[in-house]
């Protein structure tokens, strides 16, 4: 079975720096998705990246970039210039690739930007 | 991006009454759809899984009677917490899935059992 862990259950980083948030995964398959989600005071999920596991090339979307290495199972989430609307809930997950696989959640970091 | 609506937000019910919550797709047909259950500062926990027309696919520890779940269109799926006690107090957030990876989270329903 797979699973996802995120060993920083807090992390605090002030506005303007740059913060990375761990995450590591098990899972014997070779082909899958891996996800971080954002969840505000608000509740609503907001996806925030995603990368498929057979491309090597890290994905990035605007300040939001990963590092994966698969050989070690690894997916950080690195925040640049951390802006106060960062502060949130991040959940790394994991899901397989047929199309009904499941969608397995990490533990979650929760995020203070400080001002 | 699709939109994903539930409802109520929040509800308020009794001990060992039932309370249904709705979960729509507003543009999109979900072939899949998910409940999650989620208690304050932990994580999303999987309930059950369900494809439009079939019978929904519980977790493990996740009680079929209680916890009815019927997806009778490809754009509506709903919860049915049934003779709630206040330990079924949580958020619950459904999620739907068109064919494609995207899978597209409602805005949660807050239920507190009295």
């Known amino acids: 079975a797979q699973t996802v862990t995120q060993s920083q259950p807090e992390m605090s980083v002030q506005e303007a720096e740059t913060v990375t948030l761990s995450c590591t995964y098990d899972t014997s398959e070779s082909n899958y998705y891996l996800f971080w989600y954002k969840q505000p005071p608000s509740r609503q999920m907001i996806l925030v990246i995603r990368?498929?596991?057979?491309?090597?090339q890290n994905a990035t979307e605007n300040r939001f970039s990963v590092n994966f290495q698969k050989a070690a199972k690894s997916f950080s989430l690195k925040i640049s210039d951390s802006q106060l609307g960062d502060t949130a809930m991040y959940f790394c997950a994991f899901r397989g690739r047929t199309s009904y696989d499941k969608v397995i959640f990490g533990p979650g970091t929760s995020l203070s930007v400080i001002p | 991006g699709a939109v994903v609506s539930q409802h109520p937000s929040w509800v308020i019910c009794k001990s060992g009454t039932s309370v249904k919550i709705e979960c729509r797709s507003l543009?999109?047909?979900?072939?899949?759809m998910f409940w999650y259950r989620q208690f304050p500062k932990q994580s999303l926990m999987l309930m059950a899984t369900?494809?439009?027309?079939?019978?929904?696919?519980?977790e493990q520890g996740v009680e079929k009677d209680k916890f009815l779940i019927n997806h009778a269109s490809l754009t509506l799926s709903t919860l049915t917490v049934t003779s709630a006690h206040p330990e079924d107090s949580s958020f619950y957030i459904c999620?739907?899935?068109?064919?494609?990876?995207?899978?597209?989270f409602g805005p949660g329903t807050r239920l507190t059992v009295t």
């Open positions: 999620s739907a899935r068109e064919v494609t990876v995207e899978q597209y």
């Open positions: 369900s494809n439009e027309g079939s019978k929904a696919t519980y």
């Open positions: 543009d999109f047909q979900a072939t899949t």
């Open positions: 990368q498929e596991a057979y491309k090597q």
